[in-house]
């Protein structure tokens, strides 16, 4: 068995633990990953496992908060201030369905994490400091466009939200099950393209006064 790590690398075993857990546990979910799986592909053992995270619980949760802090950073990257409105809106859908797209083991853990109805997240001593910017973000853009008399008044930026992340992340997470049922790939690339074209074009077309 190997020994522990701690005083060679604590913040290394620890990352390493992080990131083969997400996959384990993206792939299996909470109660489908294997504790001595996840310490295998982090060059650990079990035992360090424990001593950093507690139980699998908590490492489920430890998961969750750093997947959701990593979408959180990335959107606080995004500066959109000098685009027209709707560029920046535009802007700021793709992000998130590209984010989606390319992350497609963060709806995974999401999924997982709605089964257990957000038992974990509800736990989570984080969970605050992981509130979306996107919709503040977001207010920000419709608000800019209502001034202009662009975009209709009695938008809801939280509802908006809502609607444009589930509009990228039904294909992606349903892409499977939809390729079996319907008989077309949309994670394809030019099916995609389309699927964001006409996406923007319902986002648009909700907001746009006319």
């Given at each position: 068995?190997?020994?522990?790590k701690?005083?060679r ?47 699998k ?63 974990y ?6 969970i ?62 030019a099916e ?19």
């Open positions: 068995m190997n020994q522990p701690i005083k690398d604590p913040e290394g075993t620890r990352r390493r633990i992080l990131l083969a857990a997400a996959d384990e546990f993206a792939s299996g979910g909470l109660f489908g990953a294997r504790v001595d799986q996840i310490a295998r592909r982090a060059e650990t053992n079990e035992r360090m496992l424990y001593y950093y995270f507690g139980s619980e908590q490492l489920f949760t430890a998961v969750l908060e750093h997947a959701l802090s990593a979408l959180t950073e990335a959107e606080r990257a995004l500066d959109l201030d000098g685009a027209s409105p709707v560029e920046a809106l535009t802007r700021l859908a793709h992000f998130v369905w590209d984010y989606y797209r390319d992350h497609p083991e963060f709806l995974r853990l999401i999924n997982n994490e709605n089964l257990h109805e957000a038992r997240l509800q736990k989570s001593t984080r605050r400091e992981m509130l979306s910017p996107v919709v503040s973000l977001l207010g920000n853009v419709l608000g800019r466009g209502q001034k202009a008399g662009l975009f209709r008044t009695d938008v809801d930026p939280l509802r908006f939200y809502v609607t444009l992340s589930g509009l990228g992340y039904y294909i992606v997470s349903n892409r499977f099950t939809l390729a079996a049922t319907l008989g077309r790939d949309f994670s394809a690339e995609r393209a389309e699927m964001v074209k006409m996406n923007t074009e319902v986002l648009l077309a909700y907001l746009l006064r006319r």
